[in-house]
């Protein structure tokens, strides 16, 4: 019995999809992250009015009404931009993928920045005081003493934010780019079975969450290996 009903490729498909989008949000949105976790630390009252702002108006509006506003309001803004060049232009679309990727980096970005900044504030001031001790630079001291023990306190709150990421993407298929959770609407109005299709999608949804948390476990203990030596 083919419990895909002959949308066994189309799903396969929509998975790549949707992890492609979810890669390609992190990678984007950990860019933001450190940007707004920088402003935010930084000494520039301005800067951490910037960085503030950022992650208040992120985190306090809906994912979905961040990917509608990012989609319709790109194809705005690229359609006056165009009609700039050619006024003959009647309209232009923003594609769904680089849409749903920007508003899901900026949504991933917005949280991730609390979290560097949490991370950062929570390196002992000893370990600091130790670096300039022993005549580090900056930048060293940044690299083998920040970056390190930064990586460590902020890998559990990122790790969290990774798996939400992967199940916002679902939210994507709102602006029609056919990942998993598009491509299971599709079936569901084929097929006429909703509840086969839909369960099928959230099994998969479950087994991303579940493989992705063993890997963020995984990077957690290796992170903390140094710190179970000093415990013993």
């Given at each position: 019995?083919?419990i895909?009903?002959?949308?066994?490729w189309?799903?396969a498909?929509?998975?790549v999809t949707?992890?492609?989008?979810?890669?390609l949000?992190?990678?984007?949105g950990l860019?933001?992250?450190?940007?707004?976790?920088?402003?935010?630390?930084?000494?520039n009252?301005?800067?951490?009015?910037?960085g503030r702002?950022?992650?208040?108006?992120?985190?306090?509006t809906p994912?979905?009404?961040?990917?509608?506003?990012?989609?319709f309001?790109?194809?705005?803004?690229l359609?006056?931009f165009?009609?700039m060049i050619?006024?003959s232009?009647?309209?232009?679309?923003?594609?769904?993928?680089?849409?749903?990727?920007?508003a899901l980096?900026?949504v991933?970005?917005?949280?991730a920045?609390e979290?560097?900044?949490?991370?950062?504030?929570?390196?002992?001031k000893?370990?600091?005081?130790?670096?300039?001790?022993?005549?580090?630079?900056?930048?060293?001291?940044f690299?083998?003493?920040?970056?390190?023990?930064?990586?460590r306190?902020a890998?559990?709150g990122?790790?969290?934010?990774?798996?939400?990421?992967?199940?916002?993407?679902s939210?994507?298929?709102?602006v029609?780019l056919?990942e998993?959770m598009?491509?299971?609407t599709i079936?569901?109005?084929?097929?006429?079975?909703p509840?086969?299709?839909?369960?099928?999608?959230?099994?998969?949804?479950l087994?991303?969450s579940?493989l992705?948390?063993?890997?963020?476990?995984g990077?957690?203990?290796?992170?903390?290996?140094?710190?179970?030596?000093?415990?013993?």
């Amino acid at each position: 019995m083919d419990i895909f009903q002959g949308w066994g490729w189309q799903i396969a498909r929509g998975l790549v999809t949707t992890v492609e989008v979810a890669l390609l949000s992190l990678i984007v949105g950990l860019f933001w992250g450190i940007i707004g976790a920088l402003a935010q630390l930084s000494s520039n009252r301005l800067l951490r009015a910037l960085g503030r702002s950022f992650t208040l108006v992120v985190r306090g509006t809906p994912e979905l009404l961040v990917i509608l506003i990012v989609y319709f309001g790109g194809t705005v803004a690229l359609t006056g931009f165009a009609k700039m060049i050619n006024p003959s232009t009647r309209y232009f679309e923003i594609p769904a993928m680089p849409a749903g990727v920007f508003a899901l980096s900026l949504v991933f970005g917005g949280y991730a920045a609390e979290v560097l900044r949490g991370a950062c504030l929570a390196i002992p001031k000893g370990e600091i005081e130790a670096a300039d001790a022993f005549g580090l630079s900056s930048t060293t001291s940044f690299i083998h003493v920040r970056l390190p023990l930064m990586w460590r306190y902020a890998l559990p709150g990122l790790g969290n934010n990774w798996i939400s990421l992967i199940k916002d993407t679902s939210l994507i298929s709102i602006v029609g780019l056919e990942e998993l959770m598009r491509i299971s609407t599709i079936a569901t109005q084929v097929n006429g079975e909703p509840f086969r299709f839909y369960l099928l999608a959230a099994l998969i949804y479950l087994l991303l969450s579940i493989l992705n948390t063993s890997i963020v476990d995984g990077l957690e203990r290796r992170a903390a290996r140094g710190e179970r030596k000093l415990a013993r």
